[in-house]
Structure formats: C-alpha cells, structure tokens
C-alpha cells in the first residue's frame, strides 16, 4: 500500500509514553517514504514500523521529528543527505532490517543529534568493529542496540579509525566498502545488441509456415515448423508456394505423378502382350 496524503491523514495521532507526540503508520505494507510533507511538520516521532520500505530517503523537511521507529522492514539503504531534512533525530530504531556495511551507516553520520541508535538483527551488527565503527562515525550515540556506549570502545574506535594526518587505513578500507545490495529496477543493463542482423520474415511466408503447421501430421514436423517461424527462416520446402493452396497444389502435383506412372505401368503390360 502507497503512503498516501488520504493515509497520512487516516492514521492514528497521539501523545506517547514519553508525551510526545506520534503518527502511527504500522503494518501497511508501505514501500517507499513519500508524500510526508502533508504532516506539516507536526509530528515529534514516526513509527512506520512493520512495513516494506526498502530505503531511508525522500523525506521533506521535518526539523521537529525527533524519533524514527523502522523495526521489521527492509531497508538497506539510508540516504546522504538524511540530516538536511531530519536535522533533529536523537532516536532511529532500524531493528530487524537488512543494512550490510559499515559504510551503509555514512547517511546517519551526519545526524549530530542521535542518542539512541538500534541495529539489532541487521547483517552489519555482526560485522567485525561494527560497535567501534558506529562510535566514530555518530560520536553523539549513547546507547547503542540497548546498550551504553563504553568509554572504552570510544577509546579504541579512536586508535582504530583515527591516523596522525588523517583516517587509518582501516577508516578507508572500511569506507571503500560498499554495499552491493540490488534493488529491482535499479542499475540494470540494457539488452546487448547483437552482431548478427535480425532476420525477418513477410507476412506471406508466416501465413506459409502457419498453414504448413496446421496440416502437420508428426512431432517432428510440427517442432521445425515452430522452429522455422521463431527463427524467421522460411523451409525450403515450404518456397514458391501459395499459403491457401500451397498444400493443394502439392496434392494434386502428386496425384499428377501417380496417374502418369500408373499410364506408364499401362503401356509396358500392353506392350509385352
């Protein structure tokens, strides 16, 4: 189900636990982020939890939204420029979705004001450093999948990741690797042209091959006719032939044959007599 102006405006609004106020957008089957805008920035939390959205992009500016709750869905991309829109999140709930790479998380590196960040059940939370890595890039996090950050993980994210001059050669490595998460629609080839010219085939000799396979008699037969019309290469035996009568005309040449032979056969019994 699209996220529709006649959903936003249908769905649930209320105070939460924390008093603030939140859209209830759950268990829609939703497949993209769109058309927030008509919320009019009025909202403090989102919960679109339990969708089909497949990428955290395309939101307006929402500078008063504070709490993004995405639990059970499929994203496995976060947009850029998350931050110019979202500038205020100080909680993103991503549990359960399907995240790969450290450097999938860059789109959240620019939200200064994330607190409380959940990547429990993401393909990335099982990657080596992830807990560091994460430390680094979003040093305002707190907590991280329900647990507080330790200074000593902020110490060793630090020697990990931070050269003299620079990021380590790890940061970079790390950085370079990117996600290669495949999205229907996206990035597919064009059909390759092929060398060999297109063979193609009047309406005449179709309508020969179709009336040839319609008085075909064997499997055989039949599978070269089909063969013939797919390829667009007329049979030899099919050349010169009227489609509606070409059958016909070769009946009758038969029988042509068989009454001159059988004349023939007439005049050498008569002859011997």
């Known amino acids: 189900m699209r996220l529709t102006p006649e959903l936003i405006a249908q769905a649930p609004c209320y105070l939460n636990a924390v008093k603030d106020r939140e859209l209830d957008l759950r268990s829609h089957k939703i497949p993209a982020i769109e058309n927030l805008g008509v919320t009019r920035d009025l909202n403090d939390s989102l ?3 339990d969708n089909d959205i497949r990428s955290l992009s395309n939101f307006p500016s929402l500078p008063r939204l504070k709490c993004l709750l995405l639990s059970n869905n499929r994203i496995s991309k976060i947009a850029p420029n998350l931050s110019q829109h979202l500038p205020n999140l100080t909680t993103v709930v991503l549990t359960n979705n399907a995240i790969t790479e450290l450097s999938d998380l860059d789109g959240l590196a620019g939200c200064k ?17 992830y807990r560091e890595w994460v430390v680094w890039k979003i040093p305002s996090v707190r907590v ?23 990021p380590s050669a790890l940061a970079e490595s790390i950085a370079a690797t990117k996600s290669s998460t495949f999205e229907p629609g996206e990035g597919v080839p064009l059909p ?14 179709q309508d020969k091959i ?13 599978t070269k006719l089909e063969r013939a019309l797919k390829e667009g290469k007329l049979p030899s035996s099919l050349k010169d032939q009227d489609p509606s009568n070409g059958g016909k005309a070769k009946r009758q ?21």
């Open 210 to 222: 179709k009336a040839a396979l319609a008085k075909a008699t064997t499997l055989d037969e039949i």
């Open 144 to 166: 991280l999948d329900f647990n507080k950050i330790k200074k000593t993980e902020r110490d060793r994210a630090k020697k990990l990741f931070e050269g003299k001059s620079g």
């Open 253 to 273: 040449k038969l029988s042509a044959d068989g009454d001159e032979q059988e004349e023939e056969e007439e005049e050498e019994d008569t002859e011997m007599q």
């Open 192 to 205: 390759l042209k092929s060398s060999v010219p297109a063979l193609t085939m009047s309406k005449e000799d």
């Open 113 to 129: 004001s994330i607190e409380i960040l959940s990547l429990m059940d993401n393909p990335v939370a099982k990657k080596k450093y």
């Open 47 to 49: 919960d679109l939890t």
